[in-house]
C-alpha cells in the first residue's frame, strides 16, 4: 500500500496545498504571480529567476507542496522518482526562442526548450536522483499517472514518487503535484486513481 | 568609464535575469563567475549575446572570454578598447 502524503495546486492564481489556500493574488498576470508567490514564500533561490514559466511553475508547485520537510531525510535520493505529463510540452518557450531567433537567440532561452528541464530543476532544489520521464498528452490522464505511478512503487524501482501535470502556455497555467511514497503520514491518503482525481479536482479526498 | 560601468551592471541584471540584485550590489572588481556572483556558463553565452547586441562587439577569441568576463570593470575595459567609434 502506497500514500499521498502531499500535494499542491496551482490554478486561477491560488495555490493551494493539501486543501488548505496557501496564496491568491487574483490580479496580476501569469509572470508577476509566480514571482510574488516566490516572494510570498520568501524562498531563496535566485536560480528561479532564470528559469521559463513552466520551470518556475513546477517548482513553486514542488516547493509548497514539500513545505516543512525534507525529502532526502526521508527517503534515498536515489529512490524518488519524478512523474510529469502536460499538454503544451514548452511550446510557450519554445514560442519565444523562436521570436528570438530574428535577433540573436538567447541562449538562456534554449536551454528550457524541452518540457523535462521543470524535472531537472525540481530535482536539483529537493536533491532528487531517481528515474525520472516526462509525458506530452491531450488532457490529463489520472489513471495512467496512477498506473505508471504505481507501479514504479510497487515494483520497488522507486520508495516514493512526485506525479502530477504541469502545463503553461501563454495565459494558461496549471499544476497539480503530489508525493506518493510507502510511508504513511497523518492527513494522507491511500494513493488510487479515485483520491489522485479527488484531490486534483475537488481538494477533498477520503482514504 | 563609471558611467560605462553602471550601464553595463544594469544589463548583465536585465540580460541574465538576475532581479534579486540591484546594480548597487554588484562590485565594480567583483568576480562575476564561482565565487562572486556565481555566474555559470550559459550566463557566459549571454554575456557574449550582449556585449554584440547593445555594444556592437564580437569576441573573435573565444580563449579571451575568461579574462574579459572576469568583472563589471574588465568588461568595460575591453568594451572601451573595441567599441567602435561614432
Known amino acids: 500500500m502506497n500514500y499521498i502524503t502531499s500535494w499542491c495546486r496551482i490554478r486561477q492564481n491560488a495555490v493551494t496545498a493539501n486543501g488548505q489556500t496557501v496564496f491568491e493574488d487574483r490580479a496580476s498576470g501569469l509572470p508577476d504571480f509566480l514571482t510574488n508567490t516566490y516572494r510570498y514564500l520568501q524562498i531563496d533561490y535566485p536560480k528561479f529567476y532564470k528559469m521559463d514559466r513552466l520551470c518556475q511553475l513546477g517548482f513553486l508547485a514542488a516547493e509548497v507542496m514539500l513545505r516543512g520537510r525534507t525529502l532526502k531525510e526521508e527517503y534515498p535520493p536515489e529512490s524518488v522518482a519524478v512523474v510529469l505529463a502536460n499538454r503544451h510540452s514548452s511550446l510557450d518557450t519554445d514560442v519565444r526562442y523562436q521570436e528570438s531567433m530574428s535577433g540573436i537567440p538567447s541562449p538562456a532561452l534554449f536551454v528550457y526548450t524541452l518540457p523535462n528541464i521543470v524535472i531537472g530543476e525540481i530535482c536539483i532544489r529537493h536533491q532528487i536522483k531517481g528515474e525520472n520521464t516526462f509525458f506530452v498528452q491531450e488532457q490529463f490522464d489520472i489513471p495512467f499517472l496512477n498506473d505508471y505511478t504505481g507501479q514504479l512503487l510497487e515494483q520497488g524501482a522507486a520508495l516514493a514518487v512526485i506525479g502530477g501535470w504541469v502545463d503553461v502556455f501563454q495565459d494558461q497555467y496549471e499544476a497539480f503535484l503530489y508525493l506518493a511514497g510507502q510511508k504513511q503520514t497523518p492527513g494522507s491518503v491511500i494513493h488510487n486513481r479515485q483520491n489522485v482525481s479527488a484531490l486534483y479536482g475537488i481538494v477533498d479526498a477520503g482514504s | ?86
Open chain 2, 1 to 86: 568609464m563609471e558611467s560605462l560601468m553602471q550601464d553595463l551592471k544594469a544589463k548583465i541584471i536585465g540580460q541574465l535575469n538576475l532581479q534579486h540584485l540591484s546594480p548597487e550590489q554588484i562590485g565594480d572588481d567583483e568576480p562575476l563567475f564561482v565565487d562572486g556572483l556565481g555566474l555559470d556558463s550559459i550566463d557566459a553565452l549571454e554575456l557574449i549575446v550582449m556585449l554584440q547586441q547593445h555594444y556592437g562587439i564580437k569576441i573573435a577569441n573565444p580563449e579571451e572570454g575568461p579574462k574579459i568576463f572576469r568583472s563589471v570593470r574588465s568588461i568595460a575595459e575591453y568594451v572601451m578598447a573595441h567599441q567602435k567609434v561614432g
